[in-house]
Nanobody, 125 residues
Framework: QVQLAESGGGSVQVGGSLRLSCAAS????????MGWFRQAPGKERDFIAA????????YYADSVKGRFTISRDNAKRTVYLQMNNLKPEDTAVYYC??????????????????WGQGTQVTVSS
């Protein structure tokens, strides 16, 4: 098993930036592909980005492509989400997730096995 804990959320103005972190504990972090999802009030939890176990492969939702960057540091057991040029529609709770198939770039919730508790991101104009 792996335990995940997100951090780095907060309030930012339109056009600003935030970097989210997700720290893992428990099982070998490099055995997992990782993903980020978000959920706005009253909406489904949507896929944002995924990264393979070694960082060689990444995949993004169209809504964040070119603005968000997923990365990981296996030595620190952490995955990151750099978010630039933030928009009000990016307001949501952001979740990281772990997939024990290390080379898969999953984009659906059912492809992930473990989830963090989430961190709130609020973008105001």
């Amino acid at each position: 098993q792996v335990q995940l804990a997100e951090s780095g959320g907060g309030s930012v103005q339109v056009g600003g930036s935030l970097r989210l972190s997700c720290a893992a504990s428990g099982s070998t972090f490099s055995a997992y592909a990782m993903g980020w999802f978000r959920q706005a009030p009253g909406k489904e939890r949507d896929f944002i980005a995924a990264i393979t176990w070694n960082g060689a492969g990444t995949y993004y939702a169209d809504s964040v492509k070119g603005r968000f960057t997923i990365s990981r540091d296996n030595a620190k057991r952490t995955v990151y989400l750099q978010m630039n040029n933030l928009k009000p529609e990016d307001t949501a709770v952001y979740y990281c997730a772990a997939d024990y198939r290390p080379v898969r770039l999953g984009s659906t919730r059912r492809e992930y096995d473990y989830w963090g508790q989430g961190t709130q991101v609020t973008v105001s104009s």
